[in-house]
């Protein structure tokens, strides 16, 4: 983390500042509504504790249903300019890897303090979107609330019950909470076809988490999507529009989240021509997801590894500063354009900045931040999650190294997820982990099947190293996977 210019530990004064702060800040006025006694939940992994936002849905007449989501309103504790916010700041985001986790915030406040745990009252955000039959969003408003957790649910359970399965023990300890669960599940499928039938990419990724037997790492197991996610996932994409439209409308700039044209898109036209699908010359997110659809369909056992090849060369998204009337940058993945990040303020700090910009358009003051401080902001967000992501990702392959190094010279299946002039890299399946291809890499490209023999597993420097099965082995000399780390 040091290297990357992260922060592993809060500053003395970041820690005398939580140790004065004695309980959670305190709600009240007139503008400020009262939503405590609606059936608010919250859907998260099982073990998270900062909990950042809470839905409910209500039907209107007519067949609409209004959604509310509710956010922490962090902003209320951390203040502007504080230790505490400098040190969230410096890095932007919490930092999750097999080894520990590092918040942006102290635990006390994000898992606690800030958190909307169950049980507990607590100041938010409330965007609230009006959504038709059809998915569509026809009206939006954020305001701020008192709020209260009815339930903390977690995404497994709550996605075996809706498939079918043994409802979760929350749902007979809350009354009416099944049924708003099942309206809120109606309500962001429809929204879900809707962003897919504009040309929201569908993609399947397969996350590694660490499992633990006691305090040994046991294994790294994927993390496959499923209905419940979705259905967060559906809701946040519209609140996070719903910001964007709220700061627009009071003339206030916004930080976009962006992920704009793919470079590579010859590759996945490449990579469709070969399933004997032709994509447009230009790239065309609704040419890719009709292609991800009928590839899911046909040949769902594969999809995962598509959908890795797919995400590889769409690249990175990125934060931008839109000024008012400004036209807004696309989100090539989600196929939208009003959009932001405002949904996790206890774990990324473009969060909590938007949440800063939203009280001031309520309360009608300036923006908290000029439009240079922004610009500089937005850069140093993307630039400071790059770096997160290649700390998680160096610890999780450290931890890969670890469960692999008795197997050195067992082949593996794998597929190719990076090509360029530094070098080759593949991830096999079983621990689903990333190395480099240090012998026989020729004519390889993103997406091609290749299957690799082992050669060394370094645990301390997290390298994983392949050749290609049939290849003799080379000499290491550990420069490849250097060349790894600055290519990433």
């Given at each position: 983390?040091?290297?990357?210019?992260?922060?592993?530990?809060?500053?003395?004064?970041?820690?005398?500042?939580?140790?004065?702060?004695?309980?959670?800040?305190?709600?009240?006025?007139?503008?400020?509504?009262?939503?405590?006694?609606?059936?608010?939940?919250?859907?998260?992994?099982?073990?998270?504790?900062?909990?950042?936002?809470?839905?409910?849905?209500?039907p209107l007449p007519g067949?609409?249903?209004?959604?509310?989501?509710?956010?922490?309103?962090?902003?209320?504790?951390?203040?502007?300019?504080?230790?505490?916010?400098?040190?969230?700041?410096?890095?932007t985001t919490s930092v999750?890897?097999?080894?520990?986790?590092?918040?942006?915030?102290?635990?006390?406040?994000?898992?606690?303090?800030?958190?909307?745990?169950?049980?507990?009252?607590?100041?938010?955000?409330?965007?609230?979107?009006?959504?038709?039959?059809?998915?569509?969003?026809?009206?939006?408003?954020?305001?701020?609330?008192?709020?209260?957790?009815?339930?903390?649910?977690?995404?497994?359970?709550?996605?075996?019950?809706?498939?079918?399965?043994?409802?979760?023990?929350?749902?007979?300890?809350?009354?009416?909470?099944?049924?708003?669960?099942?309206?809120?599940?109606?309500?962001?499928?429809?929204?879900?076809?809707?962003?897919?039938?504009?040309?929201?990419?569908?993609?399947?990724?397969?996350?590694?988490?660490?499992?633990?037997d006691g305090d040994e790492?046991?294994?790294?197991?994927?993390?496959?999507?499923?209905?419940?996610?979705?259905?967060?996932?559906?809701?946040?994409?519209?609140?996070?529009?719903?910001?964007?439209?709220?700061?627009?409308?009071?003339?206030?700039?916004?930080?976009?989240?962006?992920?704009?044209?793919?470079?590579?898109?010859?590759?996945?036209?490449?990579?469709?021509?070969?399933?004997?699908?032709?994509?447009?010359?230009?790239?065309?997110?609704?040419?890719?997801?009709?292609?991800?659809?009928?590839?899911?369909?046909?040949?769902?056992?594969?999809?995962?590894?598509?959908?890795?090849?797919?995400?590889?060369?769409?690249?990175?998204?990125?934060?931008?500063?839109?000024?008012?009337?400004?036209?807004?940058?696309?989100?090539?993945?989600?196929?939208?354009?009003?959009?932001?990040?405002?949904?996790?303020?206890?774990?990324?700090?473009?969060?909590?900045?938007?949440?800063?910009?939203?009280?001031?358009?309520?309360?009608?003051?300036?923006?908290?931040?000029?439009?240079?401080?922004?610009?500089?902001?937005?850069?140093?967000?993307?630039?400071?999650?790059?770096?997160?992501?290649?700390?998680?990702?160096?610890?999780?392959?450290?931890?890969?190294?670890?469960?692999?190094?008795?197997?050195?010279?067992?082949?593996?299946?794998?597929?190719?997820?990076?090509?360029?002039?530094?070098?080759?890299?593949?991830?096999?399946?079983?621990?689903?982990?990333?190395?480099?291809?240090?012998?026989?890499?020729?004519?390889?490209?993103?997406?091609?099947?290749?299957?690799?023999?082992?050669?060394?597993?370094?645990?301390?420097?997290?390298?994983?190293?392949?050749?290609?099965?049939?290849?003799?082995?080379?000499?290491?000399?550990?420069?490849?996977?250097?060349?790894?780390?600055?290519?990433?």
């Open positions: 983390m040091l290297e990357r210019g992260l922060l592993p530990d809060f500053s003395p004064a970041a820690m005398a500042e939580v140790n004065a702060i004695a309980e959670p800040a305190p709600e009240a006025g007139p503008s400020i509504r009262d939503l405590r006694g609606l059936p608010w939940a919250s859907i998260d992994n099982d073990d998270s504790r900062d909990l950042d936002q809470l839905t409910v849905a209500q067949g609409d249903v209004k959604v509310l989501v509710a956010v922490a309103d962090v902003t209320a504790t951390v203040q502007i300019g504080s230790a505490i916010d400098a040190h969230a700041r410096t890095n999750y890897t097999a080894a520990q986790v590092f918040p942006m915030l102290p635990e006390r406040l994000s898992t606690d303090l800030t958190s909307l745990g169950q049980g507990q009252e607590r100041p938010a955000l409330v965007m609230e979107i009006t959504v038709a039959k059809d998915g569509s969003v026809t009206a939006s408003d954020v305001y701020r609330a008192v709020v209260l957790n009815r339930a903390k649910l977690a995404y497994d359970s709550v996605a075996a019950w809706l498939e079918g399965g043994a409802p979760p023990p929350a749902l007979s300890r809350v009354a009416g909470l099944d049924d708003q669960l099942r309206i809120q599940d109606r309500v962001a499928q429809a929204m879900g076809s809707l962003r897919h039938r504009h040309g929201a990419l569908s993609l399947q990724t397969l996350e590694a988490r660490p499992v633990f790492l046991a294994d790294l197991r994927p993390e496959e999507q499923n209905r419940a996610k979705r259905l967060i996932e559906d809701f946040m994409i519209a609140a996070n529009g719903a910001t964007v439209k709220y700061l627009a409308a009071k003339g206030f700039p916004s930080l976009r989240r962006v992920l704009r044209s793919p470079e590579r898109w010859d590759r996945i036209r490449a990579l469709a021509a070969a399933l004997e699908k032709e994509l447009p010359l230009a790239p065309s997110s609704r040419a890719l997801e009709e292609f991800l659809t009928e590839r899911r369909l046909a040949d769902p056992a594969a999809f995962p590894d598509l959908s890795l090849s797919v995400i590889k060369l769409l690249g990175s998204g990125e934060y931008v500063v839109e000024l008012p009337g400004g036209p807004g940058d696309e989100h090539f993945g989600l196929a939208v354009r009003d959009y932001t990040h405002s949904t996790a303020p206890n774990r990324r700090y473009p969060d909590l900045a938007t949440q800063r910009l939203l009280k001031a358009a309520m309360a009608g003051g300036p923006p908290p931040y000029g439009n240079d401080e922004l610009t500089e902001l937005a850069r140093h967000c993307t630039e400071q999650e790059d770096n997160a992501t290649k700390v998680e990702r160096r610890v999780r392959k450290s931890a890969a190294a670890m469960l692999l190094a008795s197997r050195i010279g067992e082949q593996f299946d794998g597929l190719v997820t990076g090509a360029a002039a530094k070098g080759t890299w593949v991830r096999i399946f079983r621990p689903p982990v990333e190395g480099m291809l240090v012998q026989g890499s020729g004519g390889l490209d993103v997406g091609d099947r290749v299957r690799v023999t082992l050669v060394r597993a370094d645990v301390q420097r997290g390298f994983i190293d392949f050749t290609r099965s049939g290849e003799a082995s080379p000499r290491l000399s550990g420069q490849g996977q250097n060349a790894e780390d600055e290519q990433k």
